[in-house]
T-cell receptor, first 121, second 116 residues
Framework: GAVVSQHPSWVICKSGTSVKIECRSL??????MFWYRQFPKQSLMLMAT?????????EQGVEKDKFLINHASLTLSTLTVTSAHPEDSSFYIC?????????????????FGEGSRLTVL | AQSVTQPDIHITVSEGASLELRCNYS??????LFWYVQSPGQGLQLLLK??????LVQGIKGFEAEFKRSQSSFNLRKPSVHWSDAAEYFC??????????????FGGGTRVLVKP
């Protein structure tokens, strides 16, 4: 089945530093990946849609310069939290749909990564 | 705008008892509905999905859900819960890739605790 892998699973960093989180589709290609943020005991909030070969589309209220997204290939999207602060501490989850399975009329199934927990000291 | 409401923040159920999790949605077109389960510190696993057709949908791990358009609901059920079912459950609504860009809107989640 389709597998999405995130790395690292957890990371601790100092305030002011930048952290990069990778999202890879291991056995399928994905032109679109989605990045979510989840606060403790809360739901997932969509941050941005990552598009291969083009700029990401950010949801309202998400700082583009704070959360840099790059979708360099059909199997890799990265989220970089720049100048991280304690309030950026959260669980970040990516998801992707299988390009080969769906057309524009399909919702398609989204496959989720295992998440990356960021703690900023 | 699409939205999902899960009225129950947490539910405690005895092992072997039945479980029902409520989900109400708001969506302007034909909704595509999903239930996901999340174990602590983990990503999301799809339990089941409804696109069209039979309104009673069977999923993995013995779960099923019923789509009721008149009530804008998509409740999740399991006849007999196991201790391993303790987790957070999320209902989500989305549209077609063309109409909604495959974006999903999640409900607030329901945490299920299973008593021995």
């Amino acid at each position: 089945g389709a597998v999405v892998s995130q790395h690292p699973s957890w990371v601790i960093c100092k305030s002011g530093t930048s952290v990069k989180i990778e999202c890879r589709s291991l056995d399928f290609q994905a032109t679109t990946m989605f990045w979510y943020r989840q606060f403790p005991k809360q739901s997932l909030m969509l941050m941005a849609t990552s598009n291969e070969g083009s700029k990401a589309t950010y949801e309202q209220g998400v700082e583009k310069d704070k959360f840099l997204i790059n979708h360099a290939s059909l199997t890799l999207s990265t989220l970089t939290v720049t100048s991280a602060h304690p309030e950026d501490s959260s669980f970040y989850i990516c998801s992707a749909r299988d390009l080969g399975r769906q057309g524009p009329s399909s919702t398609g199934e989204l496959f989720f990564g295992e998440g990356s927990r960021l703690t900023v000291l | 705008a699409q939205s999902v409401t899960q009225p129950d923040i947490h539910i405690t159920v005895s092992e072997g008892a039945s479980l029902e999790l409520r989900c109400n949605y708001s969506y302007g077109a034909t909704p595509y509905l999903f239930w996901y389960v999340q174990s602590p510190g983990q990503g999301l696993q799809l339990l089941l999905k409804y696109f069209s057709g039979d309104t009673l949908v069977q999923g993995i791990k013995g779960f099923e859900a019923e789509f009721k358009r008149s009530q804008s609901s998509f409740n999740l059920r399991k006849p007999s819960v196991h201790w391993s079912d303790a987790a957070e459950y999320f209902c989500a609504v989305g549209g077609t890739i063309k109409a909604a860009g495959n974006k999903l809107t999640f409900g607030g989640g329901t945490r299920v605790l299973v008593k021995p």
